[in-house]
């Protein structure tokens, strides 16, 4: 069975009495452990279908199912539980709480999972610490640098070490020291933990180690050749 798989996706947005049609009839697998990158123009729709594929959206067409079952249409609660489990999520522009610190951001994950607060904390620390982040562990994310919070969370994202990991241009942010750290990290996970990865990414290098390469065009996703 599939980790991911879409049947028939589509996405289009309503503006003004037009229609916008962002996705057309997407049909994608991701097996466990498989490496993909998506590729294509600004604007041909690679947020949008990460977004489908993460359940942050929801589909105008078709479905995702995320271990065989309908991801797309399950109730709420559901969704978010498979959602902080099972993926983890790396986006364009950074999403941690403003409020609280580096280390409460990436125990937090762990924390709505169950996980006592010493645990918890403990596990943010050591993935803070990878991401090069163990003077940091206090500061709150307006008192970090743009790398550092991009850093900070790629560390929540992992955290839990989810089946799959959705990132959008996760090395857009970062010089080429961080991104090539950026980069094993995310390897690594693939490698020990065979954790799917579907990257987003303009970067040719990042997207020629993948497994597949896959080109979102006029709304319709092709094998880039
Ligand atoms: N909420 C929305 N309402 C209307 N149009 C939207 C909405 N979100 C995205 N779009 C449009 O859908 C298209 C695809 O957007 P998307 O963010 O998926 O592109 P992208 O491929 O990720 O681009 P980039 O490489 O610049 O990040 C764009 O033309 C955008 O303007
Ligand atoms: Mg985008």
Redesign the pocket.
């Known amino acids: 069975m599939p980790l991911i798989q879409c049947e028939q996706l589509g996405k289009s ?1 309503h ?1 003004g009495g037009g229609e ?1 049609r ?1 996705l057309h009839d997407i049909n994608l697998q991701v097996e466990q452990g498989e490496r993909l990158a998506i590729i ?1 123009a ?8 990460l977004n489908l594929l993460g359940g942050l959206d929801e589909p105008s067409a078709g479905r995702v199912l995320i271990n065989g079952e309908d991801f797309s249409h399950m109730n709420e609660v559901a969704r978010c539980r498979i959602r902080n489990r099972q993926l983890g999520f790396i986006y ?1 522009f950074h999403h941690l709480l403003p409020e609280f610190s580096a280390l409460e951001n990436v125990a937090m994950p762990l924390l709505i999972d169950g996980q006592s607060a010493e645990q918890a904390a403990a596990a943010a620390e050591q993935a803070l610490a990878e991401m090069g982040l163990s003077q940091r562990l206090r500061h709150k994310p307006g008192e970090l640098s743009g790398g550092e919070r991009q850093r900070a969370a790629i560390a929540r994202a992992l955290i839990h070490k989810p089946q799959c990991i959705l990132a959008d ?1 996760p090395t857009g942010n970062l010089d080429r020291k961080n991104a090539q750290q950026v980069i094993n990290i995310i390897a690594e996970l693939n490698s020990t933990h065979n954790t799917a990865l579907v990257i ?1 990414t303009h970067d040719m290098h990042i997207a020629e180690k993948m497994d597949r390469i896959l080109e ?1 065009e006029d709304g319709e996703l092709k094998l880039a050749d």
């Open positions: 947005y503006e916008l962002v294509g600004s604007g041909s729709g690679k947020s949008t279908l364009q241009e987003v979102l």
